[in-house]
């Protein structure tokens, strides 16, 4: 994300031969250390916390088109059923044309729960073996 690494809480910048730097104690070093870790650390919070943003909006947004998606199909069912029942209405009258309809509409939604159901059956039997 950004190319250039960020410079340290704590640690001098090594541009040339420091005293102070050689002068340090093995205390002042660790305490150097922690700041460094702590700064790391919420460095990397941060990011993660940018990313986990970018990934909840992506998914929110790809979840709105899907529903949208899924109006816009479900509409053009309707719009085709109703347009059947038109076009047929003119051979098999009104009230058998919306029967003829309706009874197609529900027989295809009961072949296709027969294959969700052999699809969970399946499952089942793969996952008991």
């Keep these: 994300m950004i190319e250039q690494p960020a410079e340290t809480a704590v640690t001098p910048l090594a ?9 340090e104690t093995v205390r002042d070093a660790f305490a150097r250390f922690y700041a460094d870790a702590r700064a790391y650390a919420a460095a990397e ?15 929110r947004n790809a979840a709105i088109l899907g529903v949208v998606a899924l109006m816009l199909v479900f509409a053009t069912l309707v719009a085709l059923l109703v347009g059947l029942v038109l076009a ?6 009104a009230m058998g044309a ?3 309809v309706a ?3 529900l027989l295809v939604a009961v072949i296709l729960l027969l294959l969700a159901k052999n699809c969970i059956t ?3 039997k793969a996952i008991a073996s």
């Design 15 to 23: 541009d040339g031969p420091d005293e102070d730097v050689r002068d």
């Design 122 to 124: 399946r499952m089942k």
């Design 88 to 93: 047929l209405q003119s051979s098999l009258g």
């Design 103 to 105: 009874g197609g509409g």
């Design 98 to 100: 919306t029967f003829t």
């Design 45 to 59: 919070a941060e990011k993660q916390k940018l990313r986990a943003g970018i990934i909840a909006t992506s998914v």
